[in-house]
């Protein structure tokens, strides 16, 4: 309607974000277009806060992704360049990520709406930094996601669901949050799976462990099936123990998987034996 656009964070997230799909299609004169722009445009040492997981996903991901499809070193000295700059996040009391990050001062702090980081976010960061270390030879980008996911792992939690807020200065759960597979905790289940596939698949790995309680208890605690037509869908629990039959777009994936969560259990676990002992 405007025919404007708005620059979340100045990074040119859609840009950066859309090469790789852009290289892929062989769509070469918009490819060129966005390399240019990131040559001679991309500053990342501006002086504003980030969000740590929205550039992580987005910008740091895009970079890396079009780095192993083109190998053009210019991605990479900007990834590299990203990934140090995100990395005063970490430099919390417990390890776990404050949410917000100055580009420029290098100071980090949790949101200003809330003294808690959103557990999705501090959870699903890792893909990214592992595989920054992993391109640059260097293990300070894995070794700090690698804290925080084991921190999460120690916390206790609820048949594997876990509250939607983490304080990053105390390093616990924000006491009767919500629980759910929606906005703020929807990604923590996905990246435990997609991080036992990236670290090799270890059977007896606690990322695939948690997957699995987690799944358990999506099923015992959160599925229902409405009383007249049927239908399955995945609720909240408030306060991490009443039941709200509320689901929001993130979370209607799960109506497709319920019916076969159990399936798709025994199917890992099929695949996991094999896999161990031929």
Request: aromatic content about 12%; hydrophobic content about 40%; glycine content about 6%.
């Amino acid at each position: 309607i405007t025919q404007t656009y708005t620059g979340w964070f100045n990074l040119g997230l859609t840009i950066i974000d859309a090469l790789d799909t852009l290289y892929i299609m062989d769509m070469q004169e918009q490819y060129d277009e966005g390399k240019r722009w990131v040559e001679t445009s991309l500053k990342l040492d501006i002086n504003r806060d980030v969000n740590l997981f929205e550039v992580t996903i987005r910008v740091l991901g895009g970079l890396l992704s079009i780095y192993h499809l083109s190998g053009e070193e210019v991605f990479l000295a900007k990834a590299t360049e990203l990934g140090n700059r995100l990395m005063p996040a970490f430099d919390s009391p417990s390890l776990i990520p404050y949410s917000d990050v100055n580009l420029f001062t290098l100071k980090a702090h949790a949101p200003k709406w809330s003294p808690d980081s959103s557990t999705s976010e501090v959870t699903t960061i890792q893909l990214e930094f592992r595989d920054l270390s992993r391109v640059t030879k260097d293990p300070v980008y894995e070794n700090s996601i690698a804290r925080v996911s084991e921190k999460v792992h120690e916390l206790p939690k609820t048949d594997g669901l876990v509250p939607i807020f983490i304080n990053a200065n105390t390093g616990s759960f924000r006491n009767f949050a919500t629980i759910s597979l929606g906005a703020r905790g929807d990604s923590y289940y996905e990246y435990l799976l997609k991080q036992w596939l990236q670290t090799g698949k270890k059977v007896d790995d606690f990322l695939i462990e948690d997957y699995k309680e987690a799944i358990d208890g999506v099923i015992k605690h959160l599925r229902r099936v409405t009383p007249n037509e049927h239908h399955v869908y995945i609720g909240e629990l408030l306060s991490g123990k009443d039941f709200k039959p509320k689901m929001d777009h993130l979370t209607w994936y799960c109506t497709l998987l319920s019916r076969t969560l159990k399936l798709i259990d025994l199917l890992l676990f099929f695949v996991i034996y094999l896999e161990h002992f031929y």
